[in-house]
T-cell receptor, first 112, second 113 residues
Framework: EADIYQTPRYLVIGTGKKITLECSQT?????MYWYQQDPGMELHLIHY???????EKGDLSSESTVSRIRTEHFPLTLESARPSHTSQYLC???????????FGPGTRLTVL | GENVEQHPSTLSVQEGDSAVIKCTYS??????FPWYKQELGKGPQLIID???NVGEKKDQRIAVTLNKTAKHFSLHITETQPEDSAVYFC????????????WGAGTKLIIKP
């Protein structure tokens, strides 16, 4: 079992609220990723990071932002949540020179 | 743009039979092709991967084959068991996406007892 954690696991909020999804890993991985996944569907990369102070946008346009101040922590923030943000958000990490991505259990977000 | 197509979307097989899932990719420069298994309520987990310089790779009941000319790769599961029931995703890395993974749409594998 990979040591990567996401909180909360489930979140139901109203439109317009600011939210932060937490992701932490204890494996010392340099690279971290955020994916958006509708139930049973493909994963879409929304953000990734090569290391501290590095953040890049993925192939799926997203209104979220990320930060990477510490190696182990990669939070994702939505300034103003909308119903279109309802989805599952998966965090993953990997070694800098490695290919395997280790995933957290995901946060299922519902915006009413 | 880069694309990975995966078929079928749902596959139901009798326990003990074999299952095959196929993916095609758009960019001949792709060089890395992993397969992930996602169980209910969990994140995906890597089960096997292959690089473009290899045609086939096996790990116990699981194998992956790659046809670079036809730009497709397949996952083979033999002697299926109930615990194989899950959603399986293929992916490919593309140079134009900075070698980040582009994912297939997933296959829900159902093992009938």
């Amino acid at each position: 079992e990979a040591d990567i954690y996401q909180t909360p696991r489930y979140l139901v909020i109203g439109t317009g609220k600011k939210i932060t999804l937490e992701c932490s890993q204890t494996m010392g991985h340099d690279k971290m990723y955020w994916y958006q996944q509708d139930p049973g569907m493909e994963l879409h990369l929304i953000h990734y990071s090569y290391g501290v102070n590095s953040t890049e946008k993925g192939d799926l346009s997203s209104e979220s932002t990320v930060s990477r101040i510490r190696t182990e922590h990669f939070p994702l923030t939505l300034e103003s949540a909308r119903p279109s943000h309802t989805s599952q958000y998966l965090c993953a990490s990997s070694f800098q020179g490695g290919d395997e991505q280790f995933f957290g259990p995901g946060t299922r977000l519902t915006v009413l | 743009g880069e694309n990975v197509e995966q078929h079928p979307s749902t596959l139901s097989v009798q326990e003990g039979d074999s299952a095959v899932i196929k993916c095609t990719y758009s960019d001949s420069a792709s060089n890395y092709f992993p397969w992930y298994k996602q169980e209910l309520g969990k994140g995906p987990q890597l089960i096997i991967d292959i690089r473009s310089n290899v045609g086939e790779k096996k790990d116990q009941r699981i194998a992956v084959t790659l046809n670079k000319t036809a730009k497709h790769f397949s996952l083979h599961i033999t002697e299926t068991q109930p615990e194989d029931s899950a959603v399986y995703f293929c992916a490919a890395s593309f140079m134009d996406s900075n070698y980040q993974l582009i994912w297939g749409a997933g296959t829900k594998l159902i093992i009938k007892p």
